[in-house]
């Protein structure tokens, strides 16, 4: 059985820093392209990095670049968003994915809340 776990989010004042990790359990191997996702209320789910089982290619939300870094230890199953420069419009649930062909995996979710 596959479980993403995230953890780290919480509540940060705007230009704040916040590091998000999402430990994942049950996974075959590490060849997953891992990322995160965040929602917020009212709006769609957007993808906001993402990085490939090798780190060999990595892809940010054009709102984020510059300010989060995501990066994975493939020996601790463990994918991390470091989130700098946090803004108020940051605020939403980040949620956890892990997907390669015909497989697709979340987690629950962690709350992440900037105050202006």
């Known amino acids: 059985q596959v479980q993403l776990v995230e953890s780290g989010g919480g509540l940060v004042q705007a230009g704040g820093s916040l590091r998000l990790s999402c430990a994942a359990s049950g996974l075959t191997d590490s060849t997953y392209t891992m990322g995160w996702f965040r929602q917020a209320p009212e709006k769609e789910r957007e993808l906001v990095a993402a990085i490939t089982w090798n780190g060999g290619f990595i892809y940010y939300l054009d709102s984020v670049k510059g300010r989060f870094t995501i990066s994975r230890d493939n020996t601790k199953n463990t994918v991390y968003l470091q989130m700098n420069s946090l803004k108020p419009e940051d605020t939403a649930v980040y949620v956890c994915?892990?997907?390669?062909?015909?497989?697709?995996?979340w987690g629950q979710g962690t709350q992440v809340t900037v105050s202006s």
């Open positions: 994915n892990a997907r390669r062909t015909l497989s697709n995996y």
